[in-house]
C-alpha cells in the first residue's frame, strides 16, 4: 500500500517527507494535483516528487497519484468510522 510506504519515512530523504506528510494530510485535495502544484505546495521541487513515486514502484505521477486517491479515500473513511465509536 502507497500510504504504509509513505508513513514508513525511514526511507525517505527530508523532502520526500514533506511531500509524504502533505499527501496523508486529510485536509489536502490531491485529486487532479499536477507534480508541478504538488512540489509547489510542499516546497519542494517537481524532480524529488518524481524520485517519490518511482521510489515506490511507479512509472508515472498518474498511476501513483490515481492509486493514492483511491487508498486515502478508503484509510481516511476507516478512520473516521473508528474515531465515531
Known amino acids: 500500500m502507497i500510504i504504509d510506504q509513505l508513513k514508513d519515512e525511514k ?3 527530508d523532502s520526500e517527507k514533506l511531500i509524504a506528510h502533505y499527501l496523508l494530510d486529510e485536509s489536502n485535495n490531491i485529486n487532479n ?3 508541478t502544484h504538488l512540489a509547489k505546495a510542499t516546497f ?3 524532480s ?3 524520485r517519490l513515486y518511482q ?5 508515472s505521477y498518474r ?3 490515481t492509486i493514492l486517491a483511491v ?8 478512520n473516521n468510522i473508528l474515531d465515531k465509536k
Open 11 to 13: 526511507n525517505l530523504t
Open 33 to 35: 494535483m499536477a507534480s
Open 44 to 46: 519542494t521541487s517537481q
Open 48 to 50: 524529488t516528487v518524481v
Open 55 to 59: 521510489k515506490m514502484g511507479f512509472k
Open 63 to 65: 498511476e501513483f497519484m
Open 71 to 78: 487508498e486515502r479515500e478508503d484509510y481516511f473513511k476507516s
